[in-house]
């Protein structure tokens, strides 16, 4: 039976020599000085040849770099060298993603969670990908996966609560986005999301809670007194809704798009007058945007 062969001193002095580069590599990326981490990684990696960790970090600064060509040929050659290294099939993935070739990404992703299935935020960005894709019944799956990986983590209900929201599942919605709140009591996001299911629902009360809970959280945010103002209008309580307009006062060009987005969400059809709306729900498409968070 054969030993295996010890490494060279040369080849424990490169590694350590590789490993001081990327450390210091990555201090550099971390500060936006991405050409000298950029020389310092691509040291490294001639130094520790064998090393796919560095390909991956070395791949994400060219892509940092706007240099895409050559962040993928290092995805590339990290997973050649190690072709189960989870993070490299990750960035494969997004990298994918972000040149809009979505089933390759998918493809990619799919790979990461296979060599990493406990990594949380793996399955949720595979589920952002499904629902790219019109694949519902994978997306579900792939949110609940990564709720139940990470149940103390509000960001993963409050994703799961996005998509049952998109799919019309407003029930599963009020159940996600409650278990977001409960994570994350003092979160004002989280909580104006549990409203705008509850308006669906016609829970008003609850929603009218839940909003005064994030105008309290944030008081400097004029949305939230706005949206309490149209739960007062479907409540019949319409002087009680124009004191919440006055208070709130003008609303300018992006909070005007959070209330927007708050209503249609909410299924309320917004006028073009603020603080002015249809006083019954209807089944408007709910607006969203990949990632609002």
Known sequence: MSRRRRPSKETIRNRRIAHARVRRADTLAENGILEHAINDYEKAAELDGHNADTRVKLGDAYFEADMPRKAYMAYRKALKIHPRHAEANFCLGEFFYTIGRIRSAVTAMEKAVACDPERHWYACRLGDLYVLLANHDRARAHYERAVELAP??????????????????????????????????????????????????????????????????????????????DICLLMAEDDHAERLYSAAGPLDEYYSDSLRRWRSRAGLMALDDVGIIPTTATDEEPEFEEDER
């Open 152 to 229: 103390t983590e509000g960001y993963y209900h409050y994703k799961l609560g996005e998509f049952c929201l998109r799919t019309r599942d407003f029930a599963g919605a009020v159940t996600s986005y409650e278990e977001a709140v409960r994570c994350a009591p003092v979160d004002d996001f989280y909580a104006a999301r549990l409203a705008a299911a509850y308006v669906r629902e016609q829970v008003f009360e609850r929603a009218q809670a839940f909003l005064s809970r994030a105008a309290h959280i944030a008081p400097d945010n004029p949305v939230y007194r706005y949206a309490l103002g």
